[in-house]
């Protein structure tokens, strides 16, 4: 029972990167691109801590991976942040909106 | 061969689009790639550590895990700036 859940976390694992990867390299702007990043830095980093105690049982690496977990789930978000506030900074050249920026939606419309 | 080691192929493998969105297209996409391509690592090595029944060695993606933010956070400081 325990091999066949840690295999199951092991699956999802590599299912959730290659989804990741995929999804990143379909999207067509890089700020679309970023949104990807959650899979591998939320799921597949959730789940590697479930899979190691499975594996080992509680020891030092089922702690170290929830380290991990915590580290890339918590620090994602701020790198995500940071970089799509370099994209617009780099294209715009300012940070916080003006009247005149164009605000861009997903379905490729927008409004001025 | 371990399971874990198999599931480490996998993700290793995810190694292969990422490189192809660092080696190409403009700075802004190569920089998500990089971003993507250093979580993949972390995971990569927590994979392999157990895979390889070196449980000592998972300081080694806790610290690229540590690292990430500081990579994504200098890279996209550089690349709003000077590049």
């Not at chain 1, 380290?67 to 970089?83: C, D, K, R, Y």
């Not at chain 2, 895990?65 to 994504?72: I, P, Q, R």
Request: hydrophobic share 55%; net charge positive; charged share 10%.
């Amino acid at each position: 029972m325990i091999h066949a859940i840690e295999l199951t976390l092991l699956t999802l694992i590599a299912v959730a990167c290659w989804i990741g990867c995929i999804g990143m390299l379909r999207m067509h702007t890089p700020t679309q691109a970023l949104h990807y990043l959650a899979l591998p830095a939320g799921i597949a980093s959730a789940l590697l801590p479930f899979a190691v105690f499975c594996a080992t049982g509680w020891s030092m690496a089922t702690a170290k991976a929830v380290l991990i977990a915590l580290f890339l789930s918590a620090t994602n978000s701020v790198v995500a942040h940071a970089t799509a506030r370099a994209f617009r900074v780099r294209r715009h050249g300012h940070w916080k909106p003006e009247p005149n920026d164009r605000i861009e939606f997903l379905g490729g419309s927008s409004m001025q | 061969m371990s399971p874990w080691l198999i599931a480490a192929y996998a993700v290793g493998a995810c190694l292969v689009p990422c490189a192809f969105m660092c080696l190409r297209g403009s700075p802004e996409h190569r920089l998500a790639g990089l971003e993507m391509t250093s979580t993949i690592v972390a995971i990569l090595l927590a994979l392999m550590t157990v895979g390889l029944n070196r449980l000592v060695f998972m300081d080694l993606p806790l610290t690229v895990a540590v690292l990430t933010l500081g990579s994504g956070l200098v890279f996209a400081r550089f690349l709003e700036k000077h590049l």
